[in-house]
Each structure stands twice: as structure tokens, then as C-alpha cells.
């Protein structure tokens, strides 16, 4: 990866501006005020990382057989013997609760013809058995039992233990490590607790997990979440209320990165357009050249300009009649794909709030107060009904930005009270399809009452995110403007006659970062 050596341009000045304007300045972490961005210079990535079946092969030996990855949550597990299998490549995991407060995990594959002891999840075992022949072992892996054990008359039992890898906890998550000479977990983490001191993660659950296959490499696909810089062309129904591309704080730490976006903060923000034409049907402006999206029936978008040059567009934007002949395609399945009932196609101002909440709120607050502080101080009602013993202490900046870091080399859980995380890996061991898992972590109410799911909603290559609509709610539609681009950007850079990729030097932080660490683990000498 080459870099080159000059001064790089940060937001943090004014993002510190915003911290000290908090309503809850003298609560924001530490962490918060850390500015630590990547050295200067953009970076040039070798296409073949993405691509090639090599390095596919060097991430096989270098990278998921010695590197610590997420492979469970502790919601998945209600009670002792409740298994849960972790696939990496061709490599298989089998992580067990064996206590009431204690995990194991095993390579998932029986001692005696190779069989994996599961290939699903299971509740309440007892004792873990082949399905083949029968050889059987305790939970906490010492052999218990071999169908005509008087046919192998050597057998030494102590020997016969199942094998484990090693196995931390962060969080409430369970981390997996195959390397014996690993170093621990907490050391590898380093200080990732400190950017969630304002609610850790040890408080929240799983309120939901789906899975989708796609057909494009996982770093590929994990990208596209690493950077704001994507907003502009791909979800630009979000750039409202100021937004710009220069209003996403990046910071890099060991082996963990830092985003935080901030809505409105910099620059000129977006035009002014009039109002949206009064129709039953969806419609959606695109804020930065004003073209109406408007959906017309059939999966089909019609699209028409201030100047009222107008085409009409499929679902994921092929032009099919009229004087207007090309279209935003992330605009267009949005307004004509699938739809969440009765949730907004657009995503909106993060800062803008209902104009009768504003006014109570100002009469709380002030009528000085900040666009910023009055939508932070509704979020905060709505959680004074869960977690009221931190509700009234937490930062404006914590409930109206969308913090997201990224834990090398796939794992992205979300700060900010942002239910989001992320886990990306290989489907399989196909270099050219991987799994995106999205999990909601929702904070755990003050009283304990709530119920997390344990199972995984599982869509296939070809299904769409709205079929998770009762676990992603509106989510689904915004997750389709982003996969529309990632099998494209996979055959891109198959067909593109450079040998490598350039990342921008700020907005690409978290993506620089990744590689830096990937020099390392890969192409480097561990």
C-alpha cells in the first residue's frame, strides 16, 4: 500500500466547536475528544485483494485461522448446552455455553471420521454426538462415550478430548481466536470500551439478526459501511438539514477505527427546492440537482427535471421511454422497489423534529436552543421510558450522530444509541460471495424486561431486504440502494485496466486503516 507524505485536512476544530455547544457538554467521554486521524496521503490498493483467489487463500493461512473474530453473542445461548456453530472459509467452529456464566468453543469436527458435530444451532444438549456413529463427548469436551470401544483397544481418552480455540468476551459478544498463541483478547480490543462509556455494550441485546448472501467479495461489500462519503450519490434522500460530504469525523486506534457523523456541520449544506407536488403517489426529490422521483406503478420511476425534461426509468434505473434518458438508480429502487409499509422513503433530518414537539421543547429548553440540542432532547424522551437512569445525563452529540467503528478485520458495532452492527465474512469458501450480517442491539430496559431473539433471519443471494421488514423495519430499503452497487463494483474491478484502487485521504480513513492492518496480517510477516 503506498502512501504519500503531506498535510491532511480533518473536521476536528469544528467537531470540537460542537462538543463544547453540547447541552450535556460536561458528560461527553474522553474518547469523544480524541483526535487521532491516519497519517497524510492517499493510498493505492492492489485490485487483487478483492479479486483473486490468492489472496483468498493468504486470508485462509494469514488472517481468519490467527486473527480474533466475532462468532456469537451471549443472547444466542438461553441456556446451558445451547450450541452455536461459527463458519470462516472452510474452517468450522462449535461455540458452547457449558455454565451458567461460561463458553467454550471446538473445532466442529468429530475425532473420529470428520463428520461436523452441527451444522445448525441446538438448545438444552446435553452431551455433544456425532450423527454418523455416535462418538459423543460432555459439554466440556472430554470424551464421554464411543460406540464398540472395544474396536479400538489403543485409545488413549484423555486424548480423545475435543479440541478448543481459544474464546474472549466483549461486550456481551464471543470472540473466537484459532491461533493457541494469540495474544488475549482484551489486548487485542485495547481501549474499544472507552467509546461506549456512555452506555457500554454489556447493557444492550439482540433484538435482531439477519443474514443476506451477495454476490461480491466481503471487503468489497464491508466498505461501502466504512465512509459517508457513499451518501451523496447512493442514499441521497439523507442530505438534508445542512449535511455535506464534510461532516463525518474519522480516527484510527491499534487495530479498531472511529467514524462520527454529524449531520449538518460544515459548508453550504444543500439548494433550497419547493415543496413536493401533492400526490398518492411515492415521490422523492433529489436534493442536490432537484429531479422528482415519483413511482408509477408497474416497479416502474418517473423521472422529471426542474426544466421538466421527464423519462421513465425501471425499479433500478434502465431507462425505458422519453426525452430524460438517465436516472440515480439508488433513488429509483427506492421510490419503485419494495416498500416498508408506513414508514417515509425519506431518511430525513436527523436534527428535524415534529413542529408541536419543537415548541414544548423549547419551552423547556429555551427558545435559543439549538436545532441540535431540541432533537436530542426528544431522542432523550422516548428513552426516559427504558433507561431512565442515564436518559437525562447523555450528550447531544451521543443522540444525534451515528458513530460507527469498525473492529478488524469484519466486526462494526454502532455508538451513538444507533441499534446497528454489522459482521461481515466469505460465503463459504467462494472469494466472489460473502454474508452480511446485521444485528440490532437495543439498549436493555432499567427494569430487565425484555426478550432478545436467538435465531438469524436468512435471506438468500436473491431475496430482497425488505422480506426482513419485522426485524429492519425501515432499514431494508436503504440496505438496497447500498447492495445495488457491490456485485457492480466486484465486476468493476475485474474489468478495470488499473492494477489498483485510490482511496481519498480523509473520507476513506476507516478503508485506509483496514489495509494498514492488512499489510500486516496478510502480505506482512505474521
Known amino acids: 500500500m503506498a502512501t504519500i507524505a503531506k498535510t491532511l485536512r480533518t473536521i476536528d476544530d469544528p467537531f470540537h466547536e460542537l462538543l463544547n455547544a453540547d447541552t450535556n457538554a460536561d458528560k461527553i467521554s474522553a474518547a469523544m475528544r480524541i483526535d487521532n486521524p491516519i497519517e497524510a496521503g492517499p493510498a493505492l490498493i492492489p485490485k487483487a485483494r478483492y479479486i483473486s483467489r490468492e489472496y483468498h ?39 458452547v455455553r457449558t455454565g451458567e456464566d461460561e463458553y467454550k468453543a471446538y473445532h466442529n469436527a468429530c475425532l473420529h471420521r470428520g463428520r461436523k458435530l452441527r451444522e445448525s444451532r441446538a438448545r438444552g444438549l446435553e452431551e455433544i454426538r456425532c450423527a454418523f456413529h455416535g462418538w459423543c463427548w460432555e459439554l466440556d469436551g472430554t470424551l464421554k462415550q464411543v460406540p464398540c470401544a472395544y474396536d479400538y483397544t489403543d485409545l488413549d481418552r ?64 464491508q466498505e461501502a459501511f466504512m465512509e459517508s462519503y457513499h451518501v451523496l450519490l447512493t442514499h441521497p434522500q439523507g442530505l438534508t438539514g445542512g449535511a455535506n460530504d464534510m461532516c463525518t469525523k474519522y480516527d484510527v486506534f491499534g487495530n479498531y477505527s472511529r467514524a ?37 406503478g408497474d416497479g416502474h420511476v418517473r423521472v422529471t427535471t426542474p426544466k421538466g425534461a421527464s423519462g421513465l426509468f425501471t425499479a433500478k434505473g434502465k431507462y425505458l421511454e422519453g426525452e430524460l434518458k438517465d436516472a440515480n438508480q439508488h433513488l429509483c429502487i427506492l421510490v419503485g422497489g419494495r416498500k416498508v409499509q408506513g414508514v417515509s422513503l425519506s431518511q430525513g433530518d436527523p436534527l428535524a423534529i415534529d413542529p408541536t414537539d419543537a ?14 440540542a431540541l432533537a436530542a432532547e426528544a431522542f432523550r424522551d422516548s428513552l426516559r421510558d427504558v433507561i431512565p437512569s442515564v436518559a437525562d445525563s447523555i450528550p447531544d452529540i451521543e443522540l444525534t450522530s451515528q458513530m460507527y467503528l469498525t473492529v478488524f478485520p ?19 469458501d467462494n472469494h466472489e460471495e460473502c454474508i452480511m450480517e446485521v444485528m440490532m442491539m437495543a439498549p436493555i430496559p432499567d427494569d430487565g424486561d425484555y426478550e432478545p431473539t436467538r435465531e438469524i433471519r436468512e435471506l438468500g443471494i436473491d431475496d430482497d431486504f425488505v422480506d426482513a421488514e419485522r426485524e429492519l423495519g425501515g432499514l431494508g430499503p436503504v440496505f438496497n440502494q447500498d447492495t445495488l452497487n457491490m456485485p457492480f463494483v466486484h465486476q468493476g474491478m475485474k474489468a478495470s485496466a488499473r492494477s489498483h484502487l485510490r482511496l481519498a485521504e480523509y473520507n476513506e480513513t476507516k478503508i485506509r486503516h483496514f489495509h494498514k492492518l492488512y499489510d500486516k496480517w496478510v502480505d506482512g510477516d505474521q
Request: charged letters at 25%.
Open 158 to 221: 484423555e486424548a480423545e478430548r475435543l479440541p478448543e480455540v481459544k474464546l474472549g468476551r466483549w461486550g456481551r459478544y464471543i470472540f473466537i481466536n484459532p491461533d493457541s498463541d494469540c495474544e488475549p483478547l482484551e489486548a487485542y480490543l485495547g481501549d474499544l470500551s472507552s467509546q461506549f462509556e456512555v452506555f457500554p455494550y454489556t447493557r444492550r441485546y439482540k433484538q435482531a439478526h439477519v443474514s443476506k448472501v451477495i454476490r461480491a467479495n466481503w471487503k468489497v461489500v
Open 410 to 428: 469484519n466486526f462494526h458495532p454502532w455508538g451513538s444509541f444507533n441499534e446497528i452492527n454489522y459482521r461481515f465474512r466469505p460465503n463459504g
Open 260 to 296: 462520527i457523523r454529524t449531520g449538518a456541520l460544515d459548508g453550504a449544506g444543500v439548494p433550497d427546492w419547493e415543496p413536493l407536488p401533492d400526490t398518492n403517489a411515492a415521490v422523492l426529490r433529489h436534493p442536490l440537482n432537484g429531479w422528482l422521483y415519483e413511482d408509477a
Open 57 to 95: 487463500e493468504l486470508e485462509k493461512q494469514h488472517l481468519w485461522s490467527r486473527v480474533w473474530q466475532q462468532a456469537a453473542h451471549e443472547d444466542d445461548f438461553a441456556n446451558v448446552g445451547d450450541v452455536v456453530p461459527y463458519d470462516i472459509v472452510d474452517q468450522s467452529y462449535l461455540v
Open 359 to 372: 415548541d414544548r421543547l423549547k419551552q423547556k429548553l429555551g427558545t435559543h436552543a439549538s436545532a441540535r
